[in-house]
């Protein structure tokens, strides 16, 4: 064994985590403001002794009951103003607390439903049974609290899975948004009318969206293009019935019976999907984008992720192949517009398509692009969370929780983006706050407002992304 | 020594010199002693954060007789306890609100070697009162009997968990030439 002493020196010694200067500087700002603060607060010790002046002058005195009324009228207009309650997200996340169902409804431009969830959650917070429906897409899943069911109307088939082995966990993904609305959601509007209803207007980073929250429940009504309610399902709802003419693919531990062929090939290559997408995040990553490509091909066979159809288009993209990266690109935003809409926001796709379209001289289908993107582009600028869909669209690592860029990375990059595409440069300087950049963002707030024209430009001035540390 | 105490005087006295200088002198002993005690960079900046916030808005009421780095180091300790419990609370009430803390994402906020990582790994595997005492004892400088106040424990079996926790180090890193 390795003597006392010389493992109490490896510690003494080795053991260090030093902060780098990012840190440094963020804990000491915010130091310095508790610092402010608190000595803001203090007490004058050694104050002009008011009670005797007052005292001893009659004017002085009328003053100061003048004074007395106008502060306490002052008072109670502001007791008034204040007896309003004003909205916080920590109403919402309490409000969401007491949720027993979600119902959640997405619809096409015509108003029919296209994507219908309903989500029971037990009281520890964890999803208890689901279903989804997409129609007219060709699966639904019905989960009760022990198996669940997927059904392929294309194959006439119910595939039983293990509740344990398959489980579509929707309400998880819902704990981290809530989290996530709770620590970096913003209110943009409060007492708004909605539809017909008043709402409060919140940033949610995590959906990369709006949602409006009901001002009497405060729970949301609306989440990017989903609509929300909390009622209870009808009867059934999450019953597994087996349709008449279909055949029972029963894949749970213990189950008899043979499994059909075209089943065994699909789990087969669902398998493989998930192994592939992994290496060809990788493979992008480290610019190897001719097997980034050949791996996100055998993924997007099985339909197994959409983002892998991004990728794919990015893999393309860098190997010069702008026809088949903008195939690819299309088929992704058809897919997530088609599936997700709302949830995901597809800003990203659209900038990188209209890449693909300048370098093949489609300037016009290249501004339409990008005429979608600009807002989300534009709103990075005041609120660095919307453009964080661009950062993981351009580096499969932040998926990978490898890679977290942070604020200033995000907004100085969006701002080489802007530049590149508009030819537009108002100035902004990375090192100085948004606050301190406020001229700068307004500018581009108003231009997209009022003008909008788009110009890409190959040679605009870049700002240097800012330096990371690496541990 | 002197010259914490003479920091003391000053930062009682609203001094920002001394709240700078004890910041720059303390924040990576502080930051080392966290990252032990959670092995996570991300709750460990959180931690550090909160325990110098709390001492800068403390100024005008501060009074403290022992020593500078005893006293962050205990704040240091009782916030990762507070933060623990929250965890676990978080946790069983409803699991909605849970985010997984144990996410291996780099933080490039923090710089270390790859000795200290592999030496913080090890520590991480101490139960948590040996954990302590030893961060405590080797990173913070803490006497024994500071360490046994903390932990409510007497002085000897503080002293123990010290001994138990430096032997499993010990054994961990049996045979290698150095952690």
């Keep these: 064994m390795r003597p006392k002493k010389k493992m109490e020196q490896a510690i003494r010694r080795k053991l260090r985590f030093a902060a780098g200067t990012t840190l440094h500087d963020r804990l000491w700002t915010d130091v310095l403001r508790a610092r402010e603060e608190s000595t803001g607060t203090n007490p004058a010790h050694h104050g002009p002794a008011v009670r005797r002046i007052v005292a001893k002058s009659l004017a002085a005195k009328a003053a100061c009951v003048a004074a007395g009324l106008a502060v306490a009228l002052l008072l109670v207009a502001l007791w008034v103003r204040l007896s309003a309650p004003a909205y916080a997200l920590d109403q919402t996340v309490t409000a969401l607390r007491s949720v027993r169902f979600v119902h959640m409804i997405q ?6 439903i296209s994507f219908e969830r309903w989500i029971e959650i037990g009281t520890d917070g964890a999803q208890v049974r689901y279903r989804q429906e997409r129609p007219p897409h060709p699966v639904a899943v019905i989960e009760d609290s022990e198996s669940t069911a997927v059904y392929r109307y294309d194959k006439k088939a119910v595939i039983l899975y293990d509740r344990s082995e398959e489980q579509y966990v929707w309400a998880s993904l819902l704990g981290q948004a809530l989290e996530n609305l709770r620590q970096e959601g913003k209110v943009l509007e409060e007492n708004i009318d909605y539809q017909g209803r008043r709402a409060h207007k919140v940033w949610w980073p995590a959906i990369h969206g709006e949602c409006y929250v009901d ?8 989440a990017g293009d989903s609509e929300l309610s909390y009622e209870e399902p009808p009867p059934g709802v999450f019953e597994i019935v087996i349709p008449e003419g279909y055949t029972v693919v029963d894949n749970r531990p213990g189950a008899t019976g043979s499994l059909p062929e075209w089943f065994v090939e699909e789990e087969r290559l669902k398998k493989n999907a998930g192994d592939n997408f992994r290496q060809g995040m990788r493979a992008l990553a480290r610019g190897d984008s001719a097997e980034a490509a050949e791996k996100f091909e055998m993924v997007v066979k099985v339909g197994y992720d959409t983002w892998a159809w991004f990728w794919l288009g990015s893999a393309y993209y860098n190997l010069g192949q702008y026809d088949l990266a903008i195939e690819k690109f299309t088929q992704m935003l058809e897919k997530l517009k088609d599936a997700f809409k709302g949830r995901v926001d597809l800003s990203s796709c659209y900038y990188a398509r209209g890449l693909a379209y300048t370098r093949l001289g489609r300037q016009e289908e290249a501004k339409a692009d990008w005429r979608l993107c600009l807002p989300a582009m534009v709103r990075t600028l005041r609120i660095p969370s919307a453009g964080f869909v661009f950062e993981y669209a351009d580096n499969p690592l932040v998926r990978l929780g490898e890679y ?9 990059k969006m701002l080489n983006r802007l530049r590149l595409i508009t030819g537009r440069d108002f100035g902004y300087d990375p090192d100085r706050t948004p606050e301190q950049n406020e001229a700068v963002i307004t500018a581009w707030e108003q231009w997209l407002k009022s003008d909008g024209q788009i110009r890409f430009t190959p040679d605009a001035k870049l700002i240097p992304a800012p330096a990371t540390q690496k541990p | 020594m002197l010259e914490d105490e003479l920091l003391k005087w000053k930062f009682r006295r609203g001094s920002q010199e001394a709240l700078s200088r004890i910041y720059e002198k303390y924040l990576n002993s502080m930051l080392t002693l966290a990252m032990g005690l959670l092995n996570d960079t991300a709750e460990a900046e959180d931690v550090v954060h909160d325990v110098f916030v709390s001492f800068a808005k403390s100024a005008p009421d501060f009074r403290l007789r022992g020593s500078l780095s005893g006293y962050l180091a205990t704040s240091v300790v009782n916030r990762v306890r507070d933060h623990k419990r929250r965890l676990r609370r978080h946790a069983c009430r409803d699991a909605r609100f849970c985010v997984s803390t144990g996410s291996p994402e780099p933080d490039e906020m923090v710089i270390f070697t790859e000795e200290a990582a592999r030496l913080n790994e090890a520590v991480a595997e101490l139960p948590e009162d040996q954990r302590e005492v030893v961060l405590l004892r080797l990173t913070a400088g803490l006497k024994f009997r500071d360490v046994a106040k903390l932990q409510q424990a007497s002085i000897n079996t503080v002293q123990g968990r010290y001994r138990y ?8 890193f049996n045979g290698e030439v150095e952690p």
Excluded: C, F, S
Excluded at chain 1, 107 to 112: F, L, M, S
Excluded at chain 2, 165 to 172: D, N
């Design chain 1, 107 to 112: 619809r096409d431009d015509v108003g029919r």
């Design chain 1, 215 to 222: 001002t009497e429940t405060k729970l949301p009504i609306v």
């Design chain 1, 404 to 412: 977290k860029p942070t604020d200033q990375e995000v907004v100085t």
């Design chain 2, 165 to 172: 926790g430096l032997a499993r180090l010990r054994a961990r």
